[in-house]
């Protein structure tokens, strides 16, 4: 693993019991995902995307072979050790949203900050940053209720991004929006890739997503079909 | 972070007002009902105690076997010498010398011939010793409706319900009509210097107040009393003390092969009394033990409840970072501060409600119409120490407890599925 190289899978496997058998979700996956890509895990339902983004996620364990991400054998991890690696390094961006409805924007993006505890001025000054990549800068105040689901979702991205987190995942981030939302978070998304320098993972099979991802990594039945650099 | 998740409990009113409300509710009831089983149990001792019992009591052994029957051929003799007895070898009760008597009162007319005759239930009590507590613990003065406190000699004061029969005036003459200590009748005027209302129905129907020295004089029983009741100087009944000075004296000065020798009691062994403080300690335990459950099992739920509603919550918080231990600990102490403001706010107008019905009671009397025990006809709540916490306790414990079940779900919850679950 070199230090460009993010996301490392090795024959990843990950099966899970169903009745007296077994599901396989992932077949001996190999995979690299080096920094600032903007890649899209592609496939129909029950391909195993979101197994890939779990365990990418350490919200997961393989069942064979391994996945290390920034240097961590996420088999190896336990629940505190994942929450922290989630914590300092992870972003993730849910389908819907997922804001916490009592608090405001503002505080919805310092949430992650509190939780490592950086001080006062120095997360005003983060989230401030955060809001203004997203263009939400006057929404500061605003409770998720009154935002819009185009809105809801930048918010969203702030929140992922507002740590400036090696890698964000996202799953299904367009799913809930219509096309002309879809395309803005779509390019706040490359240009935060851009000048950020943050690397991307998405699972995903809408086609708006796909088209602007620079690397699809194809899968079906859990095995990887297809692994294409867009140019 | 904490000041985060405290802002976060203030403005969502689903996960703080609401859970507090439903504590609050469930601790004042808790505290409502205890303090009012308090009081009911509470009002028949020592209501029974203050007219009838006293929390000790020396009779003959002769006339503790039938004293329902009010035998006062079999009374205590040489009264003042046993009083003396028990003024110095048991001094933590005030002793005093009662006699209960049954008869007849008659009012006479102008001519002297009866106008109007009604049965009565006497009391004797040392009404006119300058350092006797009978007016207080008798309560006349503040049961008078009519007239004056019987503070001359021949002096008495009758229930008002009976005064309304008979038409008797303040100032009128009333004979006694009964049977004397030896048997034979006794017949001494008196006059009615006032009428009282107890607010006891086995009082109020027909009850006659006199001085002991007057009654000892119209029944022959001259240095003798029916009954010599001792009371402890608080006024509290003390079942271990009263036991204790009970078989002390008895070993010292009762003789089973005598039956005109004293004899000393305490409360519960009198009319059913003990079976009674048996059964209201146990009832009253039960039941404010089953309520506690219950509202324990509501507060458990309402904790549950919260805990499930945030699901989605807690999911992103686990996204995020948070560790499992994190998020489980905020939520028992948000849990925790929810039960104590609840908690606080219950016992606060749960011990104010007490306090009402302490002060006002609920008006029974048509229950008790021909009951014979010393009940007051309005039952009042008691507040005691444990007002302030029988409800308290369970009520943040109840809400700690549903978190914490609830809250076990997050350590079973597999992250896994977290991006399923939060897509919903």
């Known amino acids: 693993m070199t230090a460009s190289e993010l996301i490392v899978t090795k024959k990843l496997t990950k099966q899970y019991p169903i009745g007296g058998n077994f599901f396989t979700a992932l077949r001996e996956v190999d995979l690299c995902i080096d920094q600032c890509e903007f890649t899209g895990i592609v496939g129909p339902s029950g391909s195993g995307k979101t197994t890939l983004l779990n365990i990418i996620g350490a919200l997961d364990a393989p069942t064979n072979g391994n996945a290390k991400v920034l240097g961590s054998e996420i088999g190896k991890m336990n629940h505190v050790e994942a929450a922290k690696l989630r914590n300092q390094y992870l972003g993730f961006i849910f389908q819907t949203y997922n804001l916490l409805p009592v608090y405001n924007v503002f505080e919805n993006v310092e949430f992650p900050l509190l939780l490592q505890h950086i001080e006062s001025s120095k997360r005003v000054d983060m989230v401030n940053k955060a809001l203004e990549w997203v263009g939400l800068s006057e929404k500061a105040k605003s409770k998720p209720a009154q935002l819009s689901g185009g809105e809801s979702q930048r918010v969203a991205i702030a929140r992922a991004i507002v740590k400036q987190p090696k890698i964000v995942l996202a799953d299904e981030p367009t799913a809930n929006l219509d096309a002309q939302n879809s395309h803005h978070i779509l390019k706040t998304m490359v240009t935060l890739n851009e000048e950020l320098g943050t690397t991307f993972v998405f699972s995903t099979h809408d086609e708006k997503v796909i088209s602007y991802l620079r690397r699809k990594i194809k899968l079906s039945d859990g095995e990887i079909v297809d692994d294409t650099i867009v140019n | ?424």
């Open chain 2, 1 to 424: 972070m904490t000041k985060f998740l405290f802002l976060g409990l203030l403005r969502d009113k689903q996960k703080s007002l609401f859970p507090i409300i439903i504590v609050s509710v469930g601790v004042v009831l808790t505290t409502w009902l205890y303090s009012w089983m308090l009081g009911v149990f509470n009002e028949v001792i020592e209501g029974n105690a203050r007219f009838n019992n006293g929390h000790l009591k020396v009779t003959t052994i002769a006339y503790n076997e039938i004293s329902s029957q009010i035998p006062n051929d079999l009374c205590l003799t040489e009264v003042d010498k046993l009083l003396e007895t028990l003024r110095a070898e048991h001094k933590e009760y005030e002793w005093t010398p009662r006699i209960k008597f049954g008869g007849m009162i008659d009012v006479p007319d102008e001519t002297g011939e009866t106008r109007a005759q009604a049965p009565i239930i006497g009391f004797a009590a040392d009404l006119r010793s300058e350092f006797s507590k009978e007016n207080e613990r008798l309560q006349i003065s503040k049961a008078l409706v009519k007239g004056k406190f019987p503070s001359q000699s021949n002096e008495i004061v009758i229930s008002d319900v009976l005064a309304d029969n008979l038409e008797i005036n303040i100032g009128d003459v009333a004979t006694l009509i009964g049977v004397s200590a030896n048997g034979g009748m006794a017949i001494h005027n008196f006059v009615v210097s006032g009428t009282v209302q107890f607010g006891m129905t086995a009082l109020d129907r027909g009850a006659l107040i006199a001085d002991i020295g007057d009654v000892q004089y119209a029944m022959d029983m001259e240095n003798a009393a029916g009954e010599i009741l001792g009371f402890l100087k608080n006024g509290m009944f003390n079942e271990e003390l009263a036991t204790s000075n009970k078989e002390i004296f008895n070993k010292n000065h009762s003789d089973a092969g005598d039956e005109f020798s004293p004899l000393m009691v305490t409360l519960l062994d009198q009319e059913g009394l003990g079976d009674y403080l048996i059964y209201a300690k146990s009832a009253g335990g039960i039941i404010v033990s089953i309520f506690v459950f219950a509202m324990s099992i509501v507060l458990w739920n309402t904790g549950l409840m919260s805990g499930i509603r945030r699901y989605g919550e807690v999911g992103v918080r686990l996204a995020m970072g948070e560790t499992k231990g994190h998020i489980y600990k905020s939520m028992l102490v948000e849990s925790v501060l929810i039960g104590l403001v609840g908690s606080f706010i219950g016992s606060m107008i749960g011990v104010a409600v007490s306090f009402y019905f302490q002060e006002y009671g609920i008006d029974i009397s048509s229950t008790f119409k021909n009951s014979t025990l010393m009940v007051n006809d309005v039952i009042r709540a008691k507040v005691t120490a444990g007002s302030y916490y029988i409800g308290f306790i369970p009520g943040v414990l109840a809400m700690l407890f549903g978190t914490a079940i609830s809250g076990i779900g997050i350590f079973r919850r597999q992250t896994a599925t977290l991006f399923k679950e939060l897509e919903v």
